[in-house]
């Protein structure tokens, strides 16, 4: 599997983007606007996929991302970071007096990659994306692990993320890719 491909990002650079992630938040509940970075490790520089998860007293609070991304990650992080605090539709958007107690959770994606057979996945180091038609499902590594999924139980979560029955992952239509992801936690 090429999952694991795409550049690590140093303690430093986790470290800033979770700073961009918070800041980029504070300032959009605050004012409406967008702060700047300046950034130097190339690797911010990627144009890769990114999740942004927000937990509160251990409790999921908000995720957004984006698999691909046509801009730098220093970039997609805060967009994604404020997108989770604001537009995560299973949740009332978070409140300023909340942020201080916001966890923020990132991932950073390695490309997808097609497989051809549910062999192929790695509980614990794949995130799984299934499309059918027009509908789709995506769950990230970590789900895995946090939720004790063994490999079937993983794809009929996925499907049912997607709108689906959760044994669709059985028909041949249906396309799988899996992931890899870098995650840290602030």
Request: glycine letters at 4%.
């Amino acid at each position: 599997m090429a999952t694991q491909n795409s550049s690590a990002l140093s303690i430093e650079s986790q470290r800033l983007l979770l700073k961009i992630a918070r800041k980029a938040i504070e300032s959009h509940l605050q004012s409406r606007t967008s702060p700047a970075s300046r950034v130097a490790d190339v690797v911010l520089f990627e144009k890769r996929g990114a999740f942004v998860s927000l937990h509160k007293a251990g409790k999921l609070r908000g995720c957004i991302g984006y698999l691909t991304s046509e801009n730098p990650l220093y970039q997609t992080v805060p967009e994604a970071a404020v997108a989770a605090a604001t537009r995560d539709p299973r949740f009332e958007p978070v409140e300023i007096e909340e942020v201080a107690e916001i966890e923020i959770e990132i991932s950073v994606l390695t490309p997808l990659e097609r497989i051809e057979s549910v062999d192929e996945i790695e509980i614990n180091v794949h995130g799984l994306y299934i499309t059918f038609g027009k509908q789709a499902g995506l769950l990230l590594p970590q789900v895995a692990t946090e939720h004790n999924l063994n490999r079937v139980q993983y794809l009929e979560l996925t499907c049912r993320k997607a709108g689906l029955p959760s044994d669709a992952w059985h028909d041949l239509e249906m396309a799988m890719y899996v992931f890899g992801a870098q995650v840290f936690v602030e």
